[in-house]
C-alpha cells in the first residue's frame, strides 16, 4: 500500500470538541470528550460497526498527525544496544506499510463499558462515564504484527514489557499531570497475536480511532489500544504507568487496597439491537436481534429470556460460531399482553464461562458482564 492523499496529511479540524467525526444523535450518546453507540445502529448492520457508529474514548482529544513528519520510535532496555530515547529505533508510515500486514477482526471495548448498570441495576453507584452498553466495537483491522516491529528493533530475550505511548495531550485527572496516555502490555501478549493497525474497515485509521497507527489488542481491555502510538518502551524490568496502578485494576472490598493485578481480558456479555425502553406491538411476530462477544473466548451460544428471566430459550446464532469479535443471533418473538417487560440475553463462551446475574462490584465500574434487563413496552 502507498501513502494515499487522503492518509499522508489526514482531515483538518472541522469540530470544536475534542472528537473530529459527527455524532448524530439518532446514533451516539456523547459525555465529554467520549461518545457511545447507540444498539439500536446495529440492526441493519453487518458483521463489522461502521466507522460512522464506533464509539469513541478519548482521554483529552483527538489530535491531528502528519504522516510525513510521524516516526515510531522504540528504545529501552529490552532492545539489544539498550538504545536511549534520543537514539531510538525509528520508523516511518512509510516503513510500516512496507513490512508484513496481516488483517483480523476483533472488538474493541472500554473496560467500562455497561458501568452505568452497576447503579442501575445493582443500586452500586460507581465513577467515570455513565456507558450503557453502547461502549464497544468490531472493526477489521490491518496492520504490522507488533512481534515484526519488535523484532526488527532487535527484542532481546530478557524482555518482560512494552509501553506504547499516544501522542495525544497530556492527561490530567484531579489538577494532576499525568503525562500522556500509556499502558504496559507484557511481551507475552505483545508477540501473540497484537497487530499496529493502520486500517479500519478497509481505510486509512480515521482521526478519532487513532491516526496513523494504533494498538489493537484483541480480547483485553480497550485501554490496552493504545491510538496514535508515537513510542514504545520496550524493558527489561516491569514497567508501570498510572493506566496499569491507579485505574483498570478492580478496586474496593474483596480487593487489596493497590487494587487488583491490572486488567486483562474483557468479560462476556450480551446486547439486543433495540433502543433502551423500546415500544414492540402486541401480537406481531418480531425478531429480536443481538450479538454476544467475550474475551475469554468464542460465544458458543445464547439463551434469550422474554420474561424477565422466568424462562430461557435459545437463540438461533447467525454466521459463524467461532468468529472473532462477536456472534450475532436472532430470536423470534411475539410480545402477548401490552404492558411493560424485560429481555434477557445469557451467553455462555469456550471457556465455560456464562454470563452471570450479578457483576462483581468495584469502585470503578469496570468490567460489567451481568445479565442486562433490557427494559421494553409492549404496546
Ligand atoms: N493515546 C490514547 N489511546 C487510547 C485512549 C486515549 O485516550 N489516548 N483511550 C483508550 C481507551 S480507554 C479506549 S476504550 C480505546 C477506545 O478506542 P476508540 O476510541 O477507537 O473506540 O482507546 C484507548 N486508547
Ligand atoms: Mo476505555
Known amino acids: ?22 455524532l448524530p444523535p439518532e446514533l451516539f450518546v456523547v459525555y465529554g470528550s467520549n461518545a457511545e453507540m447507540r444498539w439500536e445502529a446495529m440492526r441493519e448492520q453487518g458483521y463489522h460497526t461502521p466507522v460512522d457508529r464506533f464509539f469513541v474514548r478519548d482521554h483529552t482529544r483527538t489530535p491531528l498527525i502528519d504522516a510525513r513528519t510521524w516516526r ?22 512509510e516503513d510500516l506499510l512496507g513490512l508484513p500486514a496481516r488483517s483480523i477482526s476483533a472488538f474493541i471495548e472500554c473496560t467500562g463499558n455497561a458501568r452505568s448498570l452497576y447503579a442501575g441495576q445493582q443500586n452500586q453507584p460507581v465513577t467515570g462515564s455513565p456507558w450503557k452498553l453502547g ?70 485509521l480515521p482521526p478519532d480511532h487513532g491516526f496513523p497507527v494504533r494498538l489493537v489488542v484483541p480480547s483485553w481491555v480497550g485501554i490496552s489500544c493504545i491510538k496514535w502510538v508515537g513510542d514504545i518502551e520496550v524493558s527489561d524490568v516491569p514497567l508501570f504507568s498510572p ?63 422474554t420474561d424477565g428471566g422466568r424462562t430461557w430459550r435459545r437463540a438461533r446464532s447467525r454466521g459463524d460460531r467461532g468468529a472473532p469479535g ?31 446475574d450479578v457483576a462483581p462490584y468495584n469502585t470503578l465500574g469496570y468490567l460489567f458482564g451481568a445479565v442486562v434487563r433490557h427494559r421494553v413496552t409492549v404496546v
Open 1 to 22: 500500500m502507498e501513502i494515499t492523499d487522503e492518509a499522508a496529511a489526514g482531515p483538518v479540524r472541522a469540530a470544536d470538541g475534542p472528537i473530529l467525526k459527527p
Open 72 to 93: 515510531l520510535r522504540l528504545f529501552g532496555s529490552g532492545l539489544h544496544g539498550s538504545p536511549t530515547p534520543e537514539r531510538a529505533v525509528e520508523f516511518s508510515y
Open 135 to 204: 461502549a464497544v466495537g468490531v472493526a477489521r483491522w490491518r496492520g504490522v504484527p507488533l512481534s515484526i516491529v519488535l523484532e526488527r528493533a532487535r527484542l532481546t530475550d530478557r524482555a518482560v514489557d512494552v509501553m506504547p505511548r499516544g501522542l495525544d495531550p497530556d492527561f490530567i485527572d484531579g489538577g494532576q499531570n499525568l503525562g500522556r496516555v500509556r499502558r504496559p502490555l507484557p511481551v507475552a501478549k505483545a508477540l501473540d497475536d497484537v497487530l499496529l493497525a493502520y486500517e479500519m474497515n478497509g481505510r486509512p
Open 326 to 356: 462477536w456472534l450475532r443471533w436472532e430470536f423470534p418473538w411475539r410480545p402477548a399482553a401490552p404492558g411493560p417487560q424485560v429481555l434477557m440475553a445469557r451467553a455462555a463462551d469456550a471457556s465455560g464461562a456464562v454470563q452471570p
Open 243 to 305: 493506566w496499569n496502578t491507579r485505574y483498570y485494576r478492580l478496586f474496593g472490598p474483596g480487593h487489596p487496597s493497590e487494587g487488583s493485578a491490572p486488567l486483562t481480558r474483557q468479560v462476556l456479555k450480551s446486547a439486543f439491537e433495540l433502543p433502551w425502553d423500546a415500544r414492540l406491538s402486541a401480537g406481531r411476530r418480531t425478531a429480536l436481534h443481538g450479538r454476544s462477544w467475550s474475551g475469554g473466548g468464542a460465544v458458543r451460544h445464547v439463551e434469550v429470556s
